[in-house]
């Protein structure tokens, strides 16, 4: 007797806070992977101290800008509630929630496991309390001399307020009593940033020894009585605060977005205080004293056992034990770009570049013979993240001294970098490079490059980067992006579409082949979305692929529930923050959500769409999140020559089937990381790009 099939989940409502997962959480949830890699033993030991630098500086990040944010909502009274339903004091809540044993989480795998490793590697951070006497009066003459003359004692009373305290710095805070009895709260700045903040015991000053070091507090810790003669010197304690970093441009159209901006970078360091982290073990009286004069209340009050922050252990990352760190590789160079003339090669064929496993040295060779090539007529380039001492920077110079007509467009907002994009923006402009801030009230985050060229015939071609990742030649080695060299007429045309709306005051009504933000790229992808769905409705197979770091859009999300119902195979390779909520019968049992962390930070956005048998597929710079698709000049790309969406197809496998660093996501927002014998994705590209 035949079984009847199995009945099909009944179908849920695409609507309603239930179906989604908090921004903030979801993004909790990713720096704990971050700190997974950081206590997963598999990892060499330096490579683990990175992670727990890098979770440390996510978390300053995310207490400087999305924390601070739900704290103003919470003074001014905002109740405007998140996709999950939460008000932002509920939001707060939840951070709350799960901060703490996240917090308690890294000081035990940095104090129980990476230090003791460290000292057994041969770097050892030694406490004061621990030096031999003759030690000791070496490192306090040190002090007297090249440490004494800088501080500047600080304390509270009367006729002295509460100092300001910088955001991220390190100080000591301790009670100071005079003989009469008086008593007051003192800070004391710790000038890590003008001296190193591990002292090599032996002298040499090179990192490159393993060897014992002592923290710099703990130096000025045991000789503040230097400071405060004659007084009764209470033990100190470390402390650190976060304070509001998001810049606000309070301009609809500045006349001078340059000058606004300086202006507004001198205020980050006066934001509100958001967070005091201090020495587990700080007496009452000298918490109460911080928190009064930074305005916090308790549940913004960390406890830290063990080192306060890890500032400066970048030198420590630098000691020479190679089996201590990942093994080195060269980027490999693409084959179609080894004959040394870029043009006559990407005329004939599309060319995709791959980074760090391909070298990003072809597409610096690429402007550069731009530069250079006097047939060359025209340079046009978006910046918004680079790097210090920028090869292309000087291409870009290069070019104008050879009568190129060159434009840039410098995202002066991005975030953090704000002072480098300006003073690269300057030298730009005296170098004659036309130099604009992009469209008003929108940040320019498309990575493209288009070159002007004249060929024998005298006919004006094009040629064009379009890219995944910034102009940035450090992240280029540890961030995985794609960048597609093409001289396709449509595809180039559109770039200069772009361009001419950045720079001028163009609007185009559309665009040939690109999906370009914020008016066109949320509805051709959601039309993309909607057409595998028909395709399923009418009885053929769909599929959707998407690698990219977020994915935080309602309306995209409601497209793939949707898509999910009609019977779509979606395969979600997400970063980071993923508000979406996959495996849930009825709504959700077709999606899938992935998320790889490991040796590289995963940047590169793929979208790909079967389209019964015709894929279409996009690389770019947008990931699904509303500030991407709504308030961002972004690009995608089609990716058109079969050869390179064949490799496409085989890279998105390529981490579908990774079993060494993937966690998947269940429907309540947690992740399982795989586990057993399987590939590592990052190693495999190593191998073979």
Known sequence: MATAPPEKPAVVEIDGPSLFQNREVSWLAFNTRVLEEARDRSNPLIERIRFLSIFETNLDEFFMIRVSGLLQQMEAGVEVLSMDGLSPRGQMVEIRKRLGPMLADAQQILCDDLLPALGELGVQVVHYDDLKAAERKVWDRWFQDKVLPILTPLAVGSTHPFPFISNLSLNLALMVRSPSGESRLARVKVPHQNLPRFLPLSGSWDIQVPERVLPLEELIAANLSWLFPGMDVGRPYVFRVTRDADVEIAVDEANDLLEVLQQELRKRRFGEAVRLQVEAGAPHEIIEGLKTGLGLGDEQVEAVQGLITLDGVGELLKVDVPEAKYPGFVPRMPPLLESGDPFATVLQQDVMLHHPFHSILPLVDFIRAAARDPAVVAIKQTLYRTNKDSPIIGALQEAVENGKQVAAVVELKARFDEENNIVWAQALEEAGVHVVYGVPMLKTHAKLALVVRRNEAGDLIRYAHIGTGNYNTSTARIYTDL????????????????????????????????????????????????????????????????????????????????????????????????????????????????????RFLEHSRIYWFDNDGEPDCYIGSADWMDRNLDRRVEVLTPVEAPELRTYLRSLLQRYLDDVQRTRVMQPDGTYERLTGEGPDVHQQLIDDP
Not at 509 to 517: D, E, F, I
Not at 550 to 573: P, T, W
């Open 483 to 598: 960048g597609l060299l093409t001289s396709n007429p449509d595809i180039t045309a559109d770039v200069g579409d772009v361009f001419n709306h950045l720079t001028g005051f163009a609007n185009p009504a559309g665009y040939r082949k690109l999906l370009v933000a914020p008016r066109f790229m949320k509805p051709g992808l959601i039309e993309r979305i909607e057409r595998e769905a028909d395709l399923c409705r009418k009885g053929r197979p769909g599929r959707i692929i998407a690698k990219c770091n977020a994915i935080a859009d309602a309306e995209m999300i409601r497209a793939l529930y949707d898509a999910s119902q009609a019977g779509v195979q979606i395969d979600l390779l997400v970063r980071g923050i993923c508000c979406l909520r996959p495996g849930i019968p009825g709504l959700s049992e077709n999606i899938r959500v992935r998320s790889v962390v490991g």
